[in-house]
């Protein structure tokens, strides 16, 4: 597998084994970890957040950049509050983890999105893959599971033939098969909306040969229903996109709001 993104900053407190003792005497904590994305900068990301919640009844949050220490915490704890993918989640949910949805992320107005295969037009379909570089943001375990929901069980021996480049975001991934980094890449539709955009010549010489199943974007998740704390913090979560600064932590995410789960 190649990969094009900075080393991730690791926080101490999972080095050290000092995690339970840095949030003793917190409130509610949001955790998080999306396999569909790289963020380049944990700092930043937890910093930003911290500050807000503080702010807003004292809570923190605590993002994650490997699923086994995530998966970890979930284990370990009965409340509090999991950011996470739907893919994630289902995977989680065949594992007989309780997790449920208390909120979706929303972008522009959608809750859902599909992931696109998209490729220059001189490859004509997804046999012409065999070989090749696909390039994705995100996880080389979900680049790989969206793959062989595209490909479907008649093409999913391809998968052995195909390398992944891991890059930063969608329209990295895009991008690359413009520069000749890969030949097909996979993308959320608002990846290619915006590839139109800012490179619309760049956008006419794609097509796509494939799209996977839509899906629920970033989920607000819980492990029982939400006590009084856990309660108020996912109201707290959910007003976020009014307020200025809780919209910009938003956009960290890749999301421009919340909806409460009916």
């Given at each position: 597998?190649?990969?094009?993104?900075?080393?991730?900053?690791?926080?101490?407190?999972?080095?050290?084994?000092?995690?339970?003792?840095?949030?003793?005497?917190?409130?509610?904590?949001?955790?998080?970890?999306?396999?569909?994305?790289?963020?380049?900068?944990?700092?930043?990301?937890?910093?930003?957040?911290?500050?807000?919640?503080?702010?807003?009844?004292?809570?923190?949050?605590?993002?994650?950049?490997?699923?086994?220490?995530?998966?970890?915490?979930?284990?370990e704890k009965k409340g509090d509050?999991?950011?996470?993918?739907?893919?994630?989640?289902?995977?989680?949910?065949?594992?007989?983890?309780?997790?449920?949805?208390?909120?979706?992320?929303?972008?522009?107005?959608?809750?859902?999105?599909?992931?696109?295969?998209?490729?220059?037009?001189?490859?004509?379909?997804?046999?012409?893959?065999?070989?090749?570089?696909?390039?994705?943001?995100?996880?080389?375990?979900?680049?790989?599971?969206?793959?062989?929901?595209?490909?479907?069980?008649?093409?999913?021996?391809?998968?052995?033939?195909?390398?992944?480049?891991?890059?930063?975001?969608?329209?990295?991934?895009?991008?690359?098969?413009?520069?000749?980094?890969?030949?097909?890449?996979?993308?959320?539709?608002?990846?290619?909306?915006?590839?139109a955009m800012i490179n619309p010549?760049?956008?006419?010489?794609?097509?796509?040969?494939?799209?996977?199943?839509?899906?629920?974007?970033?989920?607000?998740?819980?492990?029982?229903?939400?006590?009084?704390?856990?309660?108020?913090?996912?109201?707290?979560?959910?007003?976020?996109?009014?307020?200025?600064?809780?919209?910009?932590?938003?956009?960290?995410?890749?999301?421009?709001?919340?909806r409460a789960m009916q």
């Open positions: 597998m190649k990969r094009i993104l900075p080393v991730f900053f690791i926080f101490s407190v999972f080095i050290t084994g000092s995690y339970w003792s840095a949030y003793s005497n917190v409130g509610s904590i949001i955790y998080f970890y999306n396999p569909e994305t790289n963020i380049n900068n944990f700092a930043t990301l937890k910093t930003s957040f911290d500050t807000y919640l503080v702010n807003h009844g004292g809570y923190y949050f605590q993002p994650f950049d490997s699923r086994e220490n995530f998966e970890a915490v979930i284990k509050i999991y950011l996470l993918s739907s893919w994630h989640l289902k995977a989680l949910q065949q594992k007989n983890v309780p997790l449920k949805i208390a909120l979706v992320g929303t972008s522009k107005g959608n809750t859902m999105q599909r992931k696109v295969l998209s490729t220059k037009k001189d490859i004509a379909d997804v046999t012409m893959l065999k070989n090749t570089v696909v390039a994705g943001a995100g996880s080389e375990e979900y680049i790989h599971s969206v793959l062989k929901q595209i490909l479907g069980k008649e093409q999913e021996a391809l998968l052995k033939d195909i390398k992944i480049l891991i890059v930063p975001k969608d329209i990295d991934a895009i991008m690359a098969v413009g520069f000749g980094m890969a030949s097909a890449a996979i993308s959320a539709e608002s990846g290619l909306d915006k590839l010549n760049q956008f006419r010489e794609l097509h796509s040969l494939g799209f996977s199943e839509k899906d629920y974007l970033l989920v607000a998740a819980t492990l029982k229903k939400p006590e009084q704390q856990e309660a108020e913090l996912l109201e707290v979560l959910r007003k976020m996109s009014e307020a200025d600064a809780g919209g910009e932590n938003l956009k960290l995410l890749g999301i421009d709001g919340w």
